[in-house]
């Protein structure tokens, strides 16, 4: 008893299982998440090491260097990326993608745990900590209104943060523009020089007499007492009479040579929204969480619980949200599936001309997608783009196999005069085989996805999960529900209507027309297939117009500008010019709102930041986000002393969004530097190649001390005491805590701002020799105005220049050949490339979608091969597949789109979907020959018969696609490349397929037949 005849006598068992389907379809569909793309977890770890006061160089030789030898040494690591700033070092440590974090985690640890004896004295512990690559906040907040700069950070970092930090799927708050409470003791230096004190004598006080100590315990027969002495200062009023030293028999207090005010730590940072003051708390979520979920759920916390408590006067607004482009995307998609299922039902109708035979063909949708969703579910998935794609595809694909059993059923009912039930077992029993081989060559094409590493396997895992349980429970659905309800449900009209009638007589013309062409193909074969490889080799030419990318630009409604002023500017120069460029974003209809910020890194540069501009919805405004941000190029250029770098969202992670991001490495930094900045001429001359600018900073101005050491060594004066001094006085020290309410703030010392402004200030500063006498710094040392570096980089052990570029117009693939041209032509031995990024992914991509075109075509061969027990047959089904390469191609210049990773996603797809074709073909001639019939009689048969269900299987995939090939909502920029691909390649292989496949197999097993005595013979 075959599958169909089961089914068909036991109807309500199959109806039941397709229920059960539908039911838990239902259920993992409402608890499905959403997301932009597929969960993709980049393991990563990051190294932070402090040591106060070390300039860029002495970080990088002797910290980054040392800790960069630990790291490499771990098992799996893929690249190493750091940077060295003035006290701070920071090292990115990339894993390949199967590397297990926790695992990372632990062998990095133990190797810097292993080295950290080699750090210079006074290096913090090494912080280790795991990482999401690129981790930026998904959603920012802002607290704004009539309070003080310091009661807004307090309420922010003490009642906000960890309301927020404790909701699942949060890794991490980020105050943007955080300046904590700080106490601050501004020295004075005349006052210092009159009471004959220095910086050090200061912090010695406040050694000795700021204090909490535990002094023991008092004991008796049966208590005991605990001892405790808390000296420490518990006001600022009190901390102004400490007892700095004692001249002439009075104390000399605090105040009498500084100023004692509460306050905040040092202005290195800033955080606006729209072109106020804020705090902001941008909300980071954790590695593998859900982006609309976390969104949601702060959104939630922030209605509910903080909203209602905050103080009067304060306001909380939600600056920026990545979850609106991601919903608009997914719900563009879900419009695009409903469309599609209604597209692919019309064009089913307009075939079968019966709302009956429809309805039975519709049920495999439901079923079939209902089914994906529940092993979505379970799998762990999430509803989004790749995902909803294969959806959308599924609504063209699903029916096909329904398709060919009703057709087939129905043409036994008519024309063999069979009652229902007899017609469904014969009718379907006909096609199982062509069935089940159709769509196990379509499901054999993700096997080698397996294989598949990087973000393009990651992508291709979802997609193929998707398709491959969609097309099993389609198969499902057309060898059981189908003959099933055949048999109950379809009847042939005994009077057709004038709609039937028309649908009728313009199929018999277009089956008139190709019994014609038939016919020409089988006696002109070598013409028809010598046709073909023309059209072939010609069409490979639009290879070279295509642009080629990793991923398409989409219109997310958010972008970012990085801006910088030049090296050497202050805090106040770079507010001041932040606030230029937020009056010529006021100015755009367009923006909706923009935050900025400084100081976010922790290169301690107040010359950087970065506004986070979000713009009104896709369909509200006039202009693109493309056309918008290339006008801000322009606009913001003008703006004298400062420069601005608008540039997209990263769509899959990286530290930026720009397409175009390499570096040169070599061995000498300077080397580089100069070579950047060719680069950057070179590249800038290219049409379509948008603003570079670079991350390696190395014209830092500063002040150079040398140090007499023979004049230092006679007074009795170190080199530390030096430092010490130094560091007290310009850069200030965190002398001691301050506790009040339960909390800790810093206690900072350091000379007051406008007696540090230029080298004069320096010479004035004082320090102790060994007779406790003032010298003056001027007689130790020598004063020289210099360059340095501010940021220094590395990447995988060599310095590295990192070069950004945002592109306008001209494709990835494009920008990366220049940048691999001039840099054979300019660098010298021993430096070289190294892309990162998109373009970095995009040149592994090329090698992965080979390596699948390749394992698809030998699967595909090894499927069909075991099907039809044939060796050479499967070829004369695979002629199709070069025929739907060219469509897919000529349907990207048409739609100028570039070939990128979804239209790549699509190619494959095309692999199995046009064999389909074939196999129908194929496997109705190999039938009628075993009836005994000659090889052009069975083609004359059967390809005729195979028409109609050729047409519809491949239009109502045409049809599905379409709303997506349309390119309207949000996110159409990443569907229409796929839908594209299949269109083109469905349409030119389905035209042509029905011409050359005959050709071909008349040709093929004509020689066969010559060849052997006996058609059972043939290919033994």
């Not at 680069?679 to 190649?689: C, F, R, V």
Request: neutral net charge; contains cysteine; hydrophobic residues 45%.
């Amino acid at each position: 008893m075959t599958l169909p005849e089961f089914a068909i006598r036991r109807h309500v068992l199959t109806l039941m299982i397709s229920l059960v389907l539908i039911i838990y379809g239902v259920i993992g569909l409402q608890r499905l998440g959403v997301d932009k793309f597929p969960v993709i977890e980049f393991p990563a770890i990051a190294v932070v090491t402090i040591l106060r006061g070390a300039d860029p160089e002495i970080v990088d030789k002797n910290i980054t260097d040392v800790l960069e030898e630990a790291v490499n040494q771990v098992p799996g690591v893929k690249s190493i990326t750091s940077n060295s700033s003035l006290g701070v070092s920071v090292i990115g440590v990339e894993f390949e993608l199967e590397k297990n974090i926790d695992v990372a985690y632990q062998e990095t640890k133990a190797k810097i745990d292993s080295i950290i004896n080699l750090l210079p004295d006074g290096t913090d512990p090494p912080v280790v900590r795991k990482v999401e690559v690129g981790a930026t906040a998904v959603v920012w907040l802002a607290l704004q209104g009539n309070r003080s700069l310091q009661q807004l950070n307090t309420y922010a970092d003490e009642v906000i943060k960890p309301r927020l930090e404790s909701l699942n799927g949060v890794g991490q708050v980020q105050i943007g523009g955080e300046l904590k409470r700080t106490i601050r003791i501004w020295l004075d230096n005349e006052r210092l020089h009159a009471y004959k004190l220095v910086g050090t004598d200061v912090l010695q006080a406040f050694g000795k007499e700021h204090i909490a100590l535990p002094g023991g315990f008092l004991g008796s027969e049966s208590k005991e007492l605990l001892v405790k002495l808390d000296a420490e200062f518990d006001s600022v009023k009190n901390m102004r009479k400490l007892i700095v030293a004692y001249r002439q028999g009075a104390p000399v207090y605090l105040e009498d040579v500084a100023t004692v005010e509460d306050g905040l730590e040092d202005l290195r940072k800033t955080a606006r929204f729209n072109g106020q003051p804020a705090v902001g708390l941008g909300i980071i979520k954790a590695t593998g969480a859900n982006t609309v979920a976390v969104v949601d759920a702060v959104k939630a916390r922030v209605n509910k619980e903080i909203l209602p408590q905050l103080p009067p006067g304060m306001q909380l607004t939600v600056a920026s949200d990545d979850s609106i482009s991601i919903r608009g995307s997914i719900t563009s998609l879900r419009e695009h599936l409903v469309l599609g299922t209604l597209f692919a039902a019309l064009m089913v109708l307009i075939f079968l001309k019966s709302m009956r035979s429809t309805l039975i063909i519709g049920t495999a949708i439901p079923v079939s997608l209902m089914a994906t969703f529940a092993v979505m579910y379970f799998a762990g998935f999430t509803l989004n783009k790749v995902t909803l794609l294969g959806m959308l595809l599924l609504v063209g694909v699903v029916v096909d196999d329904a398709i060919v059993v009703l057709e087939n059923v129905f043409r036994h009912q008519e024309e063999g005069h069979e009652n229902r039930v007899t017609a469904a077992r014969a009718g379907a029993n006909q096609v199982v085989f062509a069935v089940l081989a159709s769509t196990l060559t379509l499901v054999s094409i993700f096997l080698p996805v397996v294989f598949i590493s990087g973000i393009l396997g990651k992508f291709l895992g979802s997609f193929a999960l998707v398709v491959v349980i969609g097309l099993l429970a389609s198969l499902w659905v057309s060898l059981t529900l189908t003959p099933m309800l055949c048999a109950r449900f379809l009847v042939i009209p005994k009077e057709h209507g004038k709609l039937y009638k028309r649908v009728e007589s313009a199929l018999s013309g277009i089956d008139t027309t190709y019994r014609r062409l038939l016919e020409f193909a089988i006696t002109r074969r070598w013409t028809v297939l010598l046709i073909s490889l023309l059209i072939v080799v010609s069409s490979s030419m639009a290879f070279k117009f295509v642009g080629k990318t990793f991923v398409p630009r989409e219109d997310v409604s958010q972008f970012v500008i990085r801006f910088e002023t030049p090296l050497g500017s202050n805090y106040h120069y770079t507010v001041a010019k932040l606030q230029e460029l937020e009056k010529v974003l006021h100015t755009y209809p367009e923006i909706q709102g923009y935050f900025s910020a400084i100081g976010l890194d922790t290169s301690s540069q107040v010359n950087s930041g970065v506004i986070s501009v979000s713009m009104v919805a896709k369909d509200q405004r006039r202009r693109s986000q493309d056309a918008v941000m290339q006008q801000l190029r322009v606009d913001l250029n003008r703006i004298p002393g400062i420069s601005a770098f608008p540039s997209i969202l990263s769509p899959v992670g990286g530290q930026r969004g720009e397409p175009l991001q390499f570096a040169i490495t070599g061995p000498d930094v300077k080397v580089i530097d100069r070579l950047t900045d060719k680069m950057m001429e070179q590249l800038g001359a290219i049409k379509g190649m948008g603003k570079l600018n670079k991350g390696l900073q190395l014209n830092l101005p500063e002040v150079r001390l040398t140090l007499d050491r023979e004049r230092a060594a006679q007074l009795g004066i170190s080199a530390q005491d030096i430092a010490r001094t130094l560091s007290i006085m310009t850069g200030g020290l965190d002398v001691a805590d301050f506790k009040a309410q339960n909390q800790r703030y810093k206690i900072r010392l350091q000379l007051k701002a406008d007696a540090r402004t230029n080298i004069d200030d320096l010479k004035t500063i004082y320090i102790k020799n060994k007779d406790r006498e003032l010298v003056r710094l001027d007689s130790l040392v020598k004063f020289e105005k210099d360059l340095g570096p501010a940021v220094i980089t590395r990447r995988n052990r060599n310095y590295a220049g990192f070069i950004y570029g945002d592109l306008e117009g001209l494709p990835l693939g494009d920008a990366t050949t220049a940048v691999k041209r001039f840099a054979a032509e300019m660098l010298p031995a021993g430096y070289g490339i190294a892309f990162t990024g998109q373009a970095e992914e995009f040149a592994k991509t090329g090698g992965y979608v080979v390596f699948a075109f390749g394992m698809a075509l030998i699967m595909v061969y090894m499927i069909l091969a075991s099907q039809f027990n044939r060796i050479v047959q499967p070829l004369v089904i695979m002629i199709a597949q070069p025929l739907a390469i060219i469509g897919g191609v000529t349907a990207l210049l048409i739609f100028g789109e570039t070939l990128n990773l979804f239209s790549m996603i699509g190619m494959i797809l095309l692999m199995g979907l046009v064999a389909k074709n074939s196999i129908l073909l194929v496997d109705l001639t190999n039938h009628l020959r075993g009836q005994g019939m000659d090889i052009q009689s069975a083609l004359r048969e059967a390809c005729p018969r195979r028409l109609r269900p050729v047409l519809i299987t491949s239009l109502t995939i045409i049809a599905a696609m379409f709303p997506a090939a349309l390119g309207y909502g949000p996110g159409a920029e990443t569907n229409r490349p796929l839908a594209a691909v299949i269109i083109g390649g469905v349409v030119s292989s389905t035209l042509l397929t029905l011409i050359v496949v005959p050709a071909a197999y008349s040709l093929v097993e004509g020689w066969l037949a010559r060849h052997f005595k006996t058609h059972s013979d043939m290919e033994s």
